[in-house]
């Protein structure tokens, strides 16, 4: 009940294209979503999160679609670029206790020039 | 600001050998976290700690330890090295006073073999 999973596993995309990233989750409990890119030797970092009461969030090029009735929730990466190329994870997490991140297995997205 | 610092950033280890992962936050955090990132597997949490003295298990636990004495490190002990602990490590931390969910920052990893 504390799985996140997480597809697909990898992605390849042409410059310019749309980069859609599929999440699920079971635990109705989880108040926190948050998608996490990772460049290769580095830690994950913080792209977009989203929280339960809110079906969309948009920054800039990047686009979290949040379905509560399904328990489903998306990346969406527009007009992507060859420097988007990276892990992505999902994630979710409920602040009590202790705010504990349960990841998605990760996708590996290429986008080619 | 230097964030989240993990060393070593690299270590072979035999097994049976015991080594200190360390890390260290400057952000005044409360919140601090060690996940393990295995191939196609996500990140999995070995411990977490709410504060100085406080600590409690996550997913992973076999096979660690962890300490909290201040709230700047978290140091993640393995006693007796084994080859399933090869591995990337990660640190992590985080201030959760608010309402909202904050972001945990991450180091950069330690990339941990055993053989």
New interface residues.
């Given amino acids: 009940q ?1 799985q ?1 999973k ?1 597809s697909p ?1 990898s992605l390849i995309v042409q410059k310019g294209g749309i980069s859609i990233i599929n999440c699920a989750y079971e635990n109705t409990a989880f ?2 979503f ?1 998608w996490y890119q990772q460049f290769p ?6 792209l977009i ?1 989203i ?1 339960p009461d809110v079906s969309e969030k948009k920054e800039g090029r990047f686009t979290i679609s949040f379905n509560k009735s399904a328990k489903q929730f998306s990346l969406h990466i527009m007009d992507s670029q060859p420097g988007d190329s990276a892990t992505y ?1 999902c994630a979710a ?1 409920m ?1 009590v ?10 996708t590996e997205l290429s986008v080619k020039p | 600001n230097a964030g ?1 610092t993990q060393t070593p950033k690299f270590r072979i280890l035999k097994i049976g050998q015991s080594m200190t992962l360390q890390c260290t936050q400057d952000m005044n955090h409360n ?1 601090m ?1 060690w ?1 393990r990132q295995d191939p ?6 070995i411990y ?1 700690s ?1 504060g100085a003295g406080i600590t ?1 298990k ?2 992973v636990p076999n096979g660690y330890n962890v300490s909290r004495s201040t709230t700047e490190d978290f140091p993640l002990r393995l006693e007796l090295a084994a080859p399933s602990q090869t591995s990337v490590y ?1 640190c ?1 931390s ?1 201030d ?1 006073q608010v309402i ?5 920052h ?4 330690t990339r941990l073999s055993i053989l």
Avoid: C, H, W
Avoid at chain 1, 97 to 106: R, W
């Fill in positions: 504390q996140v997480q596993q108040d926190y948050p030797g580095k830690g994950p970092a913080l999160a929280r994870f997490s602040k206790p202790g705010g504990k991140l349960i990841f998605g297995q990760g | 989240v919140y976290y996940y196609g597997m996500g990140l999995k949490l977490y709410v409690d996550g997913e990660f992590a985080t959760i909202n969910n904050q972001p945990q991450f180091g950069d990893g």
